[in-house]
């Protein structure tokens, strides 16, 4: 295995803000990784001070400046209404024993308010940041090799490493995934030590099973935290429409009350640290994730219905799906009593599958796993996906404040 080295050339010529045609420019990846699009930028060239960078990316992405806006488009900008096209990664290299270490910053936008995210990370977009790394000119690809770098993320601590393969013309070696229509480069994830890093449990109440309004819930947190719900305690069967779930008012009601009360129970924080309140639960549009599940159909070991939380996803989304692969090796948690022919943990740790069956098709997954006096051990999770540039080249700002451009242009 070849390790990708660093360019000590540094980024692309020319890639910095600049002003041209009478408006500030910034230099953008409008990019696809996984199931979700969103935007990659270089954070050298960017504002220091919070509030003119929110507001760079609310530009950016055709946000409300300000408050909110039902309905809002965001014909202004890259964003896209749901939550899954609505990303922003902020980039930066640091060294770690010799080697270029990848470090990521998400932002989370809204189209209808101009609140932004910080909490979380995205496994989906997180597939498309090696390709960026050396697009950009960051990281060189060996021909006829694995390229491999490590991605420390700053919004939950998680490590990951990114891995794609070139063959001996240069070229990646692709994938299909479900919810992408066709062949583009492929990328695995290892989500290192990926246990606890919102609430610093696997289990962040301390039980396998909590009673949640009347309902069984099992709050589990392996790369994000997550409330998993047995479909047939709210009468589904988690093979339903996306749609027509998000329709039924009465369902996505009973969602948000078992989300909220359970987020409490598992004692989330805002990124400063403060316990977040009944009502900022309510509002989240990032944690807890929370979904239904039910026995598969289609060769799987689980299906899924996956809520973001405020909106069902289209397919599943990664950091979810490696934490409902492990819950379903927990004894116990709902999605245990639901999975079918599942190999058991051992002893000592080893590759186990977990293939979920989703809107999209299916999501395969490995844990690796180990279990030690009863207790589940996990050393790190992987799925895979594929990634492509959509667009690359710099964005006018035409209603850049003064103090955003003087920020840009370093004046």
């Known amino acids: 295995m070849n390790d990708v080295t660093s ?19 910034v230099p953008v990846h409008y990019m696809r990784g996984g199931t979700s699009t969103g935007v990659v930028l270089w954070e050298p060239l960017l504002p220091t001070e919070t509030v003119l960078r929110e507001q760079l990316l609310r530009q950016l992405m ?5 408050g909110s806006h039902s309905g809002n488009r965001q014909i202004t900008g890259l964003g896209r209404g749901p939550a899954t ?12 024993d010799g080697q270029v270490r990848l470090v990521s910053t998400l932002a989370q ?4 308010h101009a609140e932004i995210d910080w909490s979380v990370n995205c496994g989906n977009m997180s597939s ?25 993320n700053t919004n939950t601590g998680v490590v990951t490493t990114a891995r794609m393969q070139c063959d001996t013309r240069g070229d990646f070696v692709t994938a299909q995934i479900p919810g992408v229509m066709g062949d583009y480069p492929a990328v695995d994830l290892f989500l290192q030590a990926p246990v606890g890093n919102k609430t ?7 039980a396998v099973v909590d009673h949640v309004a009347g309902i069984e819930v099992s709050c589990v947190d392996v790369a994000v935290p997550m409330v998993i719900v047995d479909a047939r305690s709210l009468g589904k069967t988690g093979h339903e429409p996306v749609a027509s779930l998000e329709a039924d008012a009465a369902f996505m009601a009973s969602l948000r009350t078992l989300w909220t009360e359970a987020g409490l129970k598992m004692g989330l924080r805002r990124k400063d640290g403060v316990p977040m309140t009944r009502d900022e639960l309510a509002r989240s549009e990032t944690i807890p994730k929370i979904c239904i599940v039910g026995a598969p159909r289609e060769g799987g070991h689980i299906a899924v219905r996956y809520f973001t939380p405020q909106t069902g996803h289209a397919s599943m989304a990664v950091s979810g799906g490696c934490c409902l692969a492990a819950a379903c090796l927990i004894p116990g948690t709902t999605a245990h009593q639901v999975a079918r022919d599942i190999a058991a943990p051992e002893a000592t740790f080893a590759d186990l599958h977990v293939s979920i069956e989703n809107p999209a ?17 996990i050393r790190s999770a992987a799925y895979r996906r594929s990634t492509q540039i959509l667009m690359r080249g710099h964005v006018p700002l035409y209603a850049a404040s003064s103090e955003l451009q003087s920020a840009l242009l370093g004046s």
């Open 361 to 377: 098709g299916r999501l395969d997954t490995t844990v690796v796993a180990a279990l030690s006096d009863g207790q589940l051990q």
């Open 109 to 112: 936008l809204a189209s209808d």
């Open 128 to 152: 498309a940041l090696l390709l960026w790394a050396l697009d950009v000119g960051l990281l060189q690809a060996p021909v006829g090799g694995v390229c491999e770098v490590d991605i420390r």
């Open 200 to 206: 610093g449990a696997l289990l962040p109440t301390g």
């Open 7 to 25: 360019n000590s050339s540094g980024l692309v010529p020319g890639w910095h803000a600049r002003r041209w045609l009478g408006s500030v420019e």
């Open 62 to 66: 055709g946000v409300p400046a300000a």
């Open 85 to 96: 096209s609505n990303k922003v990664f902020v980039m930066n290299t640091e060294r770690v």
